[in-house]
């Protein structure tokens, strides 16, 4: 029974073999039969490659566009970044007004830290803590020079595809308001070096929020009010959350929003175009019956 078994098997492989090669034979014999679904699908595979082949190269092609007019103008504005920077950071701390208030926020942290008002004000944050979990997270992240550099280059980023100058640019101010305003904190955490509350290096000033007073006073500049209050207050909430959680001091995150208000309102005020009545105002020059020189006014929709 067991050799029949094996024997059985092995004729029932045969058996089906030999089907198979039949029909296969048989198909060959007649190359006129075929399925209407193969034949269908024969078709639609032959006119697929063309159709694909076409939309991918026109959406390579886009894409080699926009990258291209991208790169030329990232370079364009990198090659002009070191005079930019070096104007706006003279700007920034040569005027008087600007210094008097940087003088002020200097002294008044050091007559915080002095007098002990620091390590009251960290008290009373001990004993009354706000920010927790998410939403602590969420400020630390939003907060982040890093995250707002990120979001500045993206909004660059997208200008740029789109060929919007007047974004761009403003883009590009914020990205140097950013860059002076980090540069210049982390210098004086390193002549600084002194402790947080809770123990971390480089305290003063709040980082975080020199950088978020920083997009708060480049936005109230370039959009006013309805742009700029709502910004001043996320940026308020950034430095309240660094003094809750004991990452800063009262007088850190003092210093820190004036220097970003300072750094944010000098270098957006430097670059911003001329408005009037929420019209653009640009230079214009014509010679249809002589020279004529004088300005517009554009409205972008």
Not at 41 to 69: A, F, Q, R, W
Not at 74 to 100: H, M, Q, S, Y
Not at 132 to 142: A, C, K, M, P, Q
Request: with cysteine; proline share 4%.
């Amino acid at each position: 029974m067991r050799v029949y078994c094996r024997n059985g098997c092995r004729l029932v492989v045969v058996c089906v073999g030999l089907i198979l090669a039949g029909g296969c034979a048989t198909q060959a014999d007649n190359p006129s039969r075929k399925s209407p679904f193969i034949e269908s699908t024969m078709v639609d595979l032959l006119n697929l490659p063309g159709g694909v082949i076409e939309e991918s190269k026109k959406g390579l092609d886009d894409l080699s566009e926009t990258s291209g007019y991208v790169l030329e103008s990232a370079t364009a504005n990198v090659n002009d970044w070191p005079g930019r920077i070096i104007k706006d950071t003279k700007e920034c701390f040569l005027r008087p007004d600007n210094l008097t208030a940087l003088l002020l926020a200097g002294g008044a942290s050091v007559a915080m830290r002095s007098s002990g008002a620091d390590k009251k004000l960290n008290e009373n944050f001990d004993d009354h803590h706000v920010f927790r979990g998410f939403r602590d997270e969420s400020l630390n992240v939003i907060g982040h020079p890093w995250t707002q550099f990120g979001m500045a280059t993206l909004w660059y980023a997208v200008s740029a595809k789109n060929q919007d100058e007047l974004n761009k640019a403003r883009a590009q101010t914020m990205i140097e308001a950013l860059s002076v305003t980090g540069a210049v904190a982390i210098g004086l955490k390193a002549i600084r070096d002194n402790e947080t509350p809770n123990g971390k290096q480089w305290a003063w000033p709040s980082g975080h929020t020199a950088s978020s007073f920083t997009v708060a006073s480049v936005l109230d500049e370039f959009y006013g009010p309805r742009v700029g209050v709502p910004a001043y207050i996320a940026a308020s909430l950034v430095g309240w959350r660094m003094m809750d959680t004991g990452d800063h001091w009262a007088s850190d995150v003092l210093f820190g929003a004036t220097l970003g208000w300072v750094v944010g309102h000098t270098v957006a005020d430097r670059h911003k175009q001329l408005e009037v009545a929420g019209f653009e105002v640009l230079p214009y020059a014509g010679n249809s019956n002589g020279v004529v020189v004088g300005v517009t006014l554009v409205k972008r929709f």
